[in-house]
């Protein structure tokens, strides 16, 4: 079985506001792009959520991945073992728990590292990751975010 190497991004234009994420997938020779853009949601949420979608869209039980992400949000809770400790806790009083339990079905499917990188720094997967994250709010059909709009508006 191949490794899989993994650039994710995702932001929002406002914060909250529209928003979109930004996956490259790498395989040997095969390269492949996702992104999807929301009306309204959060930075953290898409950061998350192109994480979540990358490992969804891997096809084997068991793939090595390194993930590389611009987000000290995900990165270092999943690193530093603090989303564990919130899954203990039901994640009294974080936020996105949602996408937490989403990320905590698939990640032990899988072997994943994740390595932090400088966002907008010249990393050549990192910046197609953000292009297809901004592309994908400012242009096209939004989803809707519906956990977040359901929590977050009056």
């Known amino acids: 079985m191949p490794n899989v190497t993994v650039y994710t991004d995702g932001g929002a234009s406002g914060n909250?506001?529209?928003?979109?994420?930004?996956?490259?997938?790498?395989?040997g020779k095969h390269r492949k792009e996702l992104s999807g853009g929301f009306r309204l949601t959060t930075n953290?949420?898409?950061?998350?959520?192109?994480?979540i979608i990358a490992?969804?869209?891997?096809k084997y039980d068991g793939t090595d991945v390194t993930i590389y992400s611009d987000s000290k949000y995900v990165v270092d809770a999943v690193t530093k073992g603090w989303v564990f400790n919130w899954e203990k806790k039901n994640f009294a009083?974080?936020?996105?728990?949602?996408?937490?339990?989403?990320?905590?079905?698939?990640?032990?499917?899988?072997?994943?590292?994740?390595?932090?990188?400088?966002?907008?720094?010249?990393n050549e997967l990192n910046e197609v990751a953000d292009r297809l994250a901004v592309s994908a709010y400012q242009v096209g059909v939004l989803e809707v975010d519906e956990v977040y709009e359901a929590t977050n508006v009056d």
Not at 16 to 23: A, D, E, H, K, V
Not at 44 to 51: G, T, W
């Open 16 to 27: 909250p506001g529209p928003g979109g994420y930004g996956i490259v997938l790498l395989s």
């Open 44 to 51: 953290n949420r898409m950061e998350l959520l192109a994480v």
């Open 55 to 58: 490992l969804e869209a891997l």
């Open 93 to 122: 009083k974080k936020k996105n728990p949602d996408l937490w339990k989403r990320f905590l079905q698939i990640y032990p499917k899988h072997n994943v590292e994740f390595v932090w990188v400088k966002g907008h720094a010249g």
